[in-house]
């Protein structure tokens, strides 16, 4: 019985997210976001471990590396990678810096000079803050689940489509933290980012961000 | 002769008084209506030599290096602003900046100049390979770097960009785009920037910079003035008071200009004014005085009547120092004035007394003004004619009209013994000894005297402007003042092949260190062709095999699919493109194109900027460098032009002047004697003047070169006047004449000194300080001097 209950829904479920009205779509998507934001609005810090699998066209095997992620409110984040080698960057406001354990080079720019950080950083900043105003403006945000809360973004721009599938979200039960995320890309590679451990609203020194 | 001619003239009129003041009223009227609707030509070139001068030329190429006529705009956040801040209020703002006001605003290259610009430029790259590179790669051939290389992309593949980088890593596994970035380098056309969200940033973040073109000419002050008021309310608007913005363009520059001489002039006029008004009450106080200084109005409404007959289209330049150098025309009035008012006998008599040294220095002054004719500057022509219609004018008032108008009936009224008791009567030895004395230290000192030939510093700088231009210089570098040299061809191709070969050149010697060229990423067709044989030349022999097998197997053991890097092995195998201005424009780089490359399709011009410094222009003008379709602007060269040509000028015009005016005066007088006397004032006027600019460190301009003209005109004027005062016995209304004359000429131009204005403080300031000298020189030096003469030839 199971296995069909999952093919009824996988079929259906679809038709039943078309079959919505707009308003209807319209205010359960306000509501969820609303839920993110009030459970964001109450996270001042967290940090987690990170599992992160890059399934490469180019590369034989699936490339996994782990490590830990920090957050604090006002733009502060610390991105760590600790296996299978060191390195990561750490954000302060506008200012950044990055390092590779093997050469032990370090970097220090501003965020706005590196594209990539900076994208990055924005997704992390906007979904910590729950800033959907922006989110919407860049993407279009489909909920492919409400429990616990799965989000699929779009991008709008065709210069993001370029490199940019789709953005799937999954938060935690209580949508206090993101669980997962996964970066669709047009060719068929894809990342996925399991967060794990997350600890919220513990302190956290800011020397870590410096 | 000449004297019955005027008398008889004198006494034909004074029959027909009411038709000549009717015919004169009419023309000048007519004149006047002429003058007020007159085209003025405000352009600066007619200030510089001849068109097909390499002066003229270096001018036109400097109007189009980039930056010359653009608005830049900067603006700055405060400490506790947020980085982001200023990159959104810098768009904010520059998306208010609309026509008509602004029609293209640029705040940085953009976004799209990211991974896109690479993976381009990764596949064109061996159509801009050159030899330095080719060594470069060689290097990285080896089993042991190609291994190293690949463990370093796969560490990257990690990190967070290491997914969008693929693409890029595929292509360029062996990161050749090392050398790709040095060949950016050369597009940094703004020293200090660095690009942020794809915005000009400065180095410490605090600045964002807005380039933007407008229609409106930079000397046009009218609607100048519409698009700073409009800029200011853009500013209100959008930008909160976290961030101060400030600009610069010429037009600010103009309203400073125009605003300061309006505020001049009121001060000018009214202290001019009064001292006229004193001198009047002085030594006029009657109602044909007024005709006196009425004259050089007269005179200037006909003479710029009859300069815009003969020329189409009048400089604004040649009325206002033509305005300057008219006010000459107010002597010959005076003259008349005094001597009619002095007249003990028929008023003819008076007249054809005094027109003899009058028509003798209109001749001296025409001749030193036609010595104009010659200049190789088309204002300086321009105020030939115009001066020499002005000072015939003259003439026909002061001879014709004034003595109609200052009636006998008014002239009693004159006391001599007032003036005489005033007479000054020094020791004559002493006199001349001290004067010798200070003509020698003048003359000491007029040696130092430098000649300035920066037409910036004729305008006036205010000081917040000067800040600016330092803060800006400070924040983004000298971005402003480089030197260009212009690459021409009849077509883009030809002149992308003259900007490879300049390239080529400058880049060979250490000195070009900052260079902003196209050449690197954008060479000639030709040179790509070669790039791109020189590309394959590399891969031939089995390299292209063995390079390909490397990067497999060592990739392999890394954990490299086999066909990862099947996008470098096309590269190397298969025919690149060529690198188009089209190409460069789609992937980011339309406003470098656009700044360094003028095409009108008839003519392409590639822009190179250099440092504007003395090695880069003798780099360029060296023996061994082909200079064909090379042009080279520069700010510096064209300052050292300008001041040698107006150097040179200066000293031609007081060569030929002199030699024309003594070459009158020889034939007037006939007496050497006389003629070396009445050269005095103009000898002790221009001395004085170079002396004293030269000992004060004050630098010799355009400006001044005019008012040395003035000082020459009236000197020679005085000195005529005074001899023949002596030789023929005129009564003391010549000395009176020549003081009143020279006191109305301080009072008129020496007013200029006070302005705040450049120019008209030269002006000022040279006529105040030469015909200072001047006049004393006339009323004290040559009694002084020629008394003794005569009391000599009398023993």
Redesign the interface.
Known sequence: MKPVIIITLVLFLPAFVLGQTGSEKSDNQNRIFSEIARSASQVETFSCDFL?E?H??????V?I?KGRLYFKRNNRLR?E?NY??T?GFAVN??QAKRW?G?TGRTQTF?????????V?TEQVFSWAGADFKRLKKRYHIQVLSETPIRLMLLPISP?EK??LANLRISFATDASYVKAVE?H?PDG?F?RIQFLNTVINHPLNDSLFN | MMSSIVADLYLFFSHHRPMVFVATLVVIVICALTFVNLDLNENIESMLPDRKTATALNFRLLQQAPFSRKVIINLNKQADTHGTELVKITDRLAATMTPPFFTRVVTGPGESLSLEFFSWFANVYPSLITGEDIKSIEQKLTAEKVRKALNELYAKLLSPEGSAMKNLFQVDPLGFRLNLMEKLRFLNIIPKMRLENGHFISPDGKNALIIAETPFEITDAERGREMLIHFQDLIASVVPETISVSMISGHRYTLANIDAIKKDIVIILICSSLGIFILFLLFFRSFGGIFVFLTPICVLCIAAAGVSVLYRNVSAVTIGFGAVLLGISVDFAVHVYFALRSATSNPSEAIAQVSRPIVFCALTTLGAFGVLFFSSLPVQRELAVFSIIGICVALILALILLPQVVRRTQMHKYNEKTYNKTKFQPARKWVICLWLVLLVTCAWHGTKLHFDGDLRSLNLVPDEIRDLENTLQRTWGNFRGTAVVFAEGPDLQTALETNDRIFRHLTRNPNSSRIVSLAPILPSLKTQELNRQRWNALWSDGKKEYVNQLLTTQGKSIGFKSTAFEPFAKLIAGPTPPVTVAALRTIGLAEIVDTLIIDDGKNAKVLTLVPDTPEIAALLNHSDFNRSGIQFASQNQFRQTISKAIADDFIHFILKASTVIILLLVLLFRNLKKVVLSLIPVVTGILFMIGVMGGLGIAFNLFNVVAAILIIGLGVDYGIFMVTKISQGLDAATERAVFVSGLTTIAGFGALVLARHPALHSIGLSVLIGIGAAIPAALVIIPAMYRKKIKISDE
């Open positions: 992160q890059k490469m066209s180019m590369l034989d095997n490339l590396s991105w990678i299978p080698a390195s406001g506008d590779e093997d501003k965020v706005n000079q590196v594209p990539f950080i900076k990055f210069q370029k490199y970066v890309e590679d990342t």
